[in-house]
């Protein structure tokens, strides 16, 4: 059975940093693409980042180009997120999910078939 666990949720304020972490267990990531997404109150889910099999590859939403960073150790089945200068918008819950292939498609949730529980991150102003 593959599970996804995220965990490094909190409450932080505005401009602080917080790193997520995403352990894979059930299915090897070391050769699939991996991505983050949230999903605020309200909204639909939307991709954040995304990286290729060999992290040759990267995609990050627009919306957090040059504050989030994504990282993977494929040795420990393990994905990071580094979130610098949060700000109120990045309130979500914040989704790992294990992609199909090897490459990064479009980043739709349709190129993902595995995903975690969620980590809530609040961000206070």
């Known amino acids: 059975q593959v599970q996804l666990h995220e965990s490094g949720g909190g409450l932080v304020q505005a401009g602080d940093s917080l790193t997520l972490s995403c352990l894979v267990s059930g299915r090897t990531i070391s050769t699939i693409a991996m991505g983050w997404f949230r999903q605020a109150s309200g909204k639909e889910r939307e991709f954040v980042a995304g990286l290729s099999w060999s992290s040759t590859t990267s995609e990050y939403a627009d919306s957090v180009k040059g504050r989030f960073t994504m990282s993977r150790d494929n040795a420990k089945n393990m994905v990071y997120l580094q979130m610098n200068s949060l700000k109120p918008e990045d309130t979500a819950v914040y989704f790992c999910?294990?992609?199909?292939?090897?490459?990064?498609?479009?980043?739709?949730?349709?190129?993902?078939?595995?995903w975690g529980q969620g980590t809530q991150v609040t961000v206070s102003s």
């Open positions: 999910a294990a992609g199909r292939w090897a490459l990064l498609g479009t980043g739709a949730s349709t190129d993902f078939d595995n």
